[in-house]
């Protein structure tokens, strides 16, 4: 909530409508939906005033908020709390006020649902049990917001990491050919073998056909193949790095000598992938 109304992001006609429908419903003058952060009280979805920020010190909404429970003042210039405050010495001239507390979704109070009224004793405590249904409204409107800037900010990440992929394809296409030297990814959490099209040609494997591990040491030659099973083995058990040179036969049949290097690795902390490079060394 925070970053939605610090942010900028306007209340949306939802929001607004609710807090007029309030202030209408409880008689008053004026409303808002406020927010209290960092020593400062934002006004959200005012209306029937214009001000967008206020002190703290000239705050009524804050009494509420620090107590979690709805705050009705009768008369302001009573009420030494508020008797000196410019809201009631100054224009708008308030004199009643009745505030709900706007939650989170872990209960904590973050702002107001409030009504005001130049007029003494303008309200009472059945407006605090006839206004909890909106607050409970905009307190889910407000969460639905959340939910959907959040939504856009992955998609936007997506999009730039689909892009930034896209463009490291490229570049690591470029290079593999120039180099002859292929990459390969096994993800641990999920066993997949991942290659990149240079390890395909090795192999004579139709490019993006999913396989196995398994049918990826079936490609070695018998003689090879509990040797390279072990180094895998290893590698995910004991955290082994493995350089060898091996043989396979390719999908036409032909036996290629090829070098596999790969070791496990920490991608964000957490080490979940076997990661390696893969080339033709020569004949059989």
Known sequence: MEELILGGAPPGVAISGLSRLATKIAGGAAGAITYVQHGRQLFYAPNGFD??????????????????????????RQDPR??????????????????????EHDGAAVGMLCVMSPRPAAFDSGHIETLKPIVKAIEDLLELRCVEADLAQ????????????SQL??????????????????????????????VYAIHGHPVGEPISVEQA?????????????EAV?????????????????DGDGKLRRVRSKGERVDIDGTDDRLLGIFQEVGGP
């Open 51 to 76: 001000l967008v920020e206020a002190s703290l010190d000239d705050s009524f909404c804050i009494h509420g908020i620090s107590e979690n429970e709805a705050l009705l003042v009768a008369d302001a």
């Open 82 to 103: 508020f008797s000196q405050n410019r809201f009631v010495t100054e224009k708008p001239f308030i004199r009643s006020y009745l505030g709900l507390p706007i939650c």
């Open 154 to 165: 992955a998609e936007n990440q997506i999009a730039d990491e689909r892009k930034n992929s």
């Open 233 to 249: 083995n290893n590698a995910i058990m004991y955290r082994e790095e493995f350089d060898f040179e091996a043989t396979i036969r």
């Open 217 to 229: 040491i079936e490609y070695y030659v018998p003689e090879d193949r509990d040797r390279v099973a």
């Open 169 to 198: 394809s490229a570049i690591l296409s470029q290079t593999e050919e120039v180099a002859g030297i292929g990459v390969w990814q096994v993800k641990l959490d999920t066993q997949e073998l991942v290659w990149s099209d240079k």
